[in-house]
C-alpha cells in the first residue's frame, strides 16, 4: 500500500487529479480501492446535503444555483450527481450534467456522476464509499443529487445531514408522499420554478402541513438565482443530531457495506443471461432458479 500513499496524500491535498482516479478505483473495485478506503482519513464534519425529488423539478438548476452561490464565497463543494440505471442495460438513464456545465472550469467546485447500479433507492454502497472518498478531501460541503424515483428520498436521508426535497407547483402527487412519511427525514422543502401560476397556493398548502414539524419552505426560481441566497443561509446552519439518530444511520450504511460485498460474487450480466436460458423451460420457478446463487 506504500506505493499509493502517494495518492491518499493527494487526496488530503485537494488534488482533482487523485481524487479522481481514487474514486474511480472504488467505484469499479479496482484493486487497491479496499486498502484505499481502509487507510482514508475521513472528515466527519464535512456535511453532506441531499437533494432529492421528482424528475423535472429542476434540482440540477437548483444544485448549480447553490454551489454558484458557496463558491462565490471561496468555499469548496463537491458535488456527486446520483444517476439511476437502466434495468436492461445496466447504463445510466440520464448521466446529463448539462446545467452544471459553467462550474466544470471552477477550481473550487468538483463534479462527479455515479450510477445507482441497480440500487432501488438510489444509493448504492459504491455512493457511500465514494463520498467517504470526497470527505476524506479538502471539501466545505458536499451535494448529493438523486432522482426521486420511489425510495429514493428515504434512502438519501440515511446518507446525508441535512435532505432537501425539491418540488415544483404542480407537485399535487407528492404532497400525497409527504403525508405518507417523507416528512419524517426531510429537513426542509424547496418549491422550485416558483414564478409558474399556483405556485403560492401549492406553497402556502406545503407550510400548513408541515407547521408542526417545524420544516422549513423555501420558494426558488433556480435558472433566475431567485430564493437561492436564503436557501443557502439556512444550509449552512449545522444540524443537531442526537446519539440514536446517528447509530441508526451509520447502522444502515454498515448494513449496505456488508451486503455489497456479500453479493459481491454475484455477476448480473451472467445472472441475466441464465435467466433468459431458464425462461425458456416450461417448469421455470424463480426460487429454484434463485437456489443456485445463493
Same mark, same amino acid.
Given at each position: 500500500?506504500?506505493?499509493?500513499?502517494?495518492?491518499? !496524500?493527494?487526496?488530503?491535498?485537494?488534488?482533482?487529479?487523485?481524487?479522481?482516479?481514487?474514486?474511480?478505483?472504488?467505484?469499479?473495485?479496482?484493486?487497491?480501492?479496499?486498502?484505499?478506503?481502509?487507510?482514508?482519513?475521513?472528515?466527519?464534519? $464535512?456535511?453532506?446535503? *441531499?437533494?432529492?425529488?421528482?424528475?423535472?423539478?429542476? !434540482?440540477?438548476?437548483? $444544485?448549480?444555483?447553490?454551489?454558484?452561490? +458557496?463558491?462565490?464565497?471561496?468555499?469548496?463543494?463537491?458535488?456527486?450527481?446520483?444517476?439511476?440505471?437502466?434495468? +436492461?442495460?445496466?447504463?445510466?438513464?440520464?448521466?446529463?450534467?448539462?446545467?452544471?456545465?459553467?462550474?466544470?472550469?471552477?477550481?473550487?467546485?468538483? %463534479?462527479?456522476?455515479?450510477?445507482?447500479?441497480?440500487?432501488?433507492?438510489? %444509493?448504492?454502497?459504491?455512493?457511500?464509499?465514494?463520498?467517504?472518498?470526497?470527505?476524506?478531501?479538502?471539501?466545505?460541503?458536499? %451535494?448529493?443529487?438523486?432522482?426521486?424515483? *420511489?425510495?429514493? /428520498?428515504?434512502?438519501?436521508?440515511?446518507?446525508?445531514?441535512?435532505?432537501? $426535497?425539491?418540488?415544483?407547483? /404542480?407537485?399535487?402527487?407528492?404532497?400525497?408522499?409527504? =403525508?405518507?412519511?417523507?416528512?419524517?427525514?426531510?429537513?426542509?422543502?424547496?418549491?422550485? =420554478?416558483?414564478?409558474?401560476?399556483?405556485?403560492?397556493?401549492?406553497?402556502?398548502?406545503?407550510?400548513?402541513?408541515?407547521?408542526?414539524? &417545524?420544516?422549513?419552505? +423555501? !420558494?426558488?426560481?433556480?435558472? &433566475?438565482?431567485?430564493?437561492?441566497?436564503?436557501?443557502? /443561509?439556512?444550509?449552512?446552519?449545522?444540524?443537531?443530531?442526537?446519539?440514536?439518530?446517528?447509530?441508526?444511520?451509520?447502522? /444502515? =450504511?454498515?448494513? &449496505?457495506?456488508?451486503?455489497?460485498?456479500?453479493?459481491?460474487? $454475484?455477476? !448480473?450480466? =451472467?445472472?441475466?443471461?441464465?435467466?433468459?436460458?431458464?425462461? &425458456?423451460?416450461?417448469?421455470?420457478?424463480?426460487?429454484?432458479?434463485?437456489?443456485?446463487?445463493?
Amino acid at each position: 500500500m506504500d506505493t499509493n500513499y502517494p495518492l491518499l !496524500k493527494g487526496i488530503e491535498q485537494g488534488n482533482f487529479l487523485a481524487l479522481a482516479r481514487a474514486l474511480t478505483l472504488v467505484e469499479n473495485d479496482i484493486a487497491p480501492s479496499a486498502d484505499i478506503l481502509r487507510m482514508l482519513n475521513v472528515k466527519s464534519a $464535512v456535511p453532506i446535503i *441531499g437533494i432529492t425529488g421528482p424528475p423535472g423539478a429542476g !434540482k440540477s438548476t437548483l $444544485v448549480n444555483a447553490i454551489t454558484e452561490q +458557496f463558491a462565490k464565497q471561496n468555499k469548496k463543494i463537491a458535488i456527486l450527481a446520483v444517476d439511476p440505471t437502466s434495468p +436492461f442495460n445496466f447504463g445510466s438513464l440520464l448521466g446529463d450534467r448539462i446545467r452544471m456545465a459553467q462550474q466544470f472550469n471552477n477550481p473550487n467546485v468538483y %463534479i462527479r456522476s455515479v450510477a445507482t447500479r441497480g440500487a432501488l433507492g438510489g %444509493i448504492s454502497a459504491k455512493t457511500i464509499e465514494m463520498i467517504d472518498v470526497i470527505r476524506a478531501a479538502t471539501f466545505d460541503m458536499i %451535494i448529493v443529487e438523486t432522482v426521486g424515483v *420511489g425510495q429514493s /428520498e428515504i434512502e438519501i436521508a440515511g446518507l446525508a445531514d441535512k435532505t432537501v $426535497v425539491v418540488l415544483v407547483p /404542480e407537485s399535487g402527487d407528492e404532497i400525497q408522499s409527504i =403525508k405518507s412519511g417523507i416528512m419524517e427525514i426531510a429537513q426542509g422543502f424547496v418549491v422550485n =420554478k416558483a414564478d409558474r401560476e399556483g405556485a403560492d397556493v401549492f406553497t402556502n398548502t406545503l407550510k400548513k402541513l408541515v407547521l408542526h414539524h &417545524k420544516i422549513p419552505v +423555501f !420558494k426558488t426560481v433556480a435558472d &433566475k438565482k431567485e430564493g437561492i441566497d436564503e436557501l443557502c /443561509e439556512w444550509l449552512t446552519i449545522p444540524v443537531e443530531s442526537d446519539g440514536k439518530r446517528k447509530a441508526s444511520l451509520l447502522a /444502515e =450504511k454498515a448494513f &449496505k457495506i456488508i451486503a455489497h460485498y456479500r453479493m459481491k460474487n $454475484v455477476d !448480473k450480466v =451472467k445472472l441475466h443471461s441464465e435467466m433468459v436460458k431458464a425462461l &425458456k423451460r416450461s417448469d421455470f420457478n424463480i426460487y429454484k432458479f434463485t437456489d443456485q446463487w445463493i
